[in-house]
């Protein structure tokens, strides 16, 4: 039993992570319409230089100059290279390929420079665990946990309350009129891409903490599992983010948990189960659990 809550435990601490990736997805596409692939590079670029700077900055701040950086780069890339072909009216599969495109070159940028090696990203706690009620949890689960439930909390009072969240839910509800209102909808999409940008950043840094060991060439490949629990919740609901993100990191921790007594489904089963719960899912509600329906007049 203590197995079962310990996993449990380590697994919602996971989908705290996976919840922070998943608003990145979700924010932009609420935004903008536009699936954002380049969001895993931006993951791994936050993590990149957390592991590059926590030596002369410390984690904090080494954290802080990250997540501004990754801010910067990924409203960038919505000015510079997203904004010129949506306003060319490029459909939506042209601009999820830009995207992939884009993610891609900065990806491979990244592995060349990290190489063969694993960059630590200096989280104080280190391998530091915690034990309570008989289950051992790593503390840089825990103290992500906390970090993402207070940036959750606080991104929810700014969309409800603030000028931006208002004008970001009626650029989601309906551009034209929101245009016609006064607001910018190439700001708002500014915002959020800027928004995406600093979450991955701070995920990135927890997501290969241990007991990850650390940034490695593959780092952008594991934050393409953040996608499962983003679809799993809606595309269009923050709400949803939170809740596929924590579904999809009780799984995996389950999974990986119990990996000897699924041996017979074969190793690595652990990276497969966010597609097979999205799928499972999907084909129950295709447009995720808190999604909106669209509703065709034919």
């Not at 060349?112 to 090696?117: A, F, I, K, L, S």
């Not at 439930?149 to 603030?162: D, P």
């Not at 551009?175 to 915002?191: C, D, E, K, N, Y």
């Not at 799993?232 to 609901?237: A, T, Y």
Request: proline letters at 3%.
């Amino acid at each position: 039993m203590s197995q079962v809550f310990e996993n449990l435990v380590t697994g919602l601490s996971l989908g705290c992570i996976y919840a922070l990736i998943a608003m990145g997805f979700v924010i932009v596409f609420k935004a903008t319409n536009v699936v954002n692939f380049a969001h895993a590079s931006v993951l791994m670029l936050g993590a990149y230089l957390v592991a590059t700077w926590h030596d002369a900055l410390g984690f904090f701040g080494a954290l802080i100059a990250a997540a501004a950086v990754c801010a910067v780069a990924a409203a960038l890339i919505d000015v510079i290279l997203v904004r010129p072909l949506r306003n060319r009216r490029g459909g939506l599969d042209a601009l999820a390929i830009l995207t992939i495109a884009i993610n891609v070159l900065i990806a491979t940028e990244l592995t060349r420079r990290v190489g063969t090696d694993i960059l630590p990203t200096g989280a104080p706690w280190g391998a530091d665990t915690t034990s309570f009620l008989g289950i051992t949890v790593p503390q840089t689960r825990i103290a992500a946990a906390i970090i993402a439930i207070a940036l959750m909390v606080a991104f929810w009072g700014a969309f409800k309350y603030s000028d931006w969240g208002v004008a970001m839910r009626s650029t989601a509800a309906d551009p034209q009129t929101a245009a016609l209102m006064g607001i910018r909808l190439s700001r708002v999409a500014a915002g959020a891409w800027a928004v995406s940008g600093l979450l991955a950043a701070i995920a990135g840094a927890f997501f290969t903490s241990f007991p990850a060991s650390g940034v490695t060439t593959t780092t952008y490949l594991l934050a393409l599992t953040a996608i499962p629990a983003a679809v799993l919740g809606g595309l269009d609901s923050t709400a949803g983010a939170v809740v596929g993100g924590l579904v999809i990191g009780v799984a995996v921790t389950f999974t990986a948990g119990y990996q000897d007594e699924l041996s017979f489904l074969g190793r690595g089963l652990s990276e497969v189960v966010p597609y097979i719960v999205l799928l499972g899912v999907l084909l129950w509600r295709p447009s995720g659990l808190f999604g909106t329906r669209e509703v065709t007049r034919v």
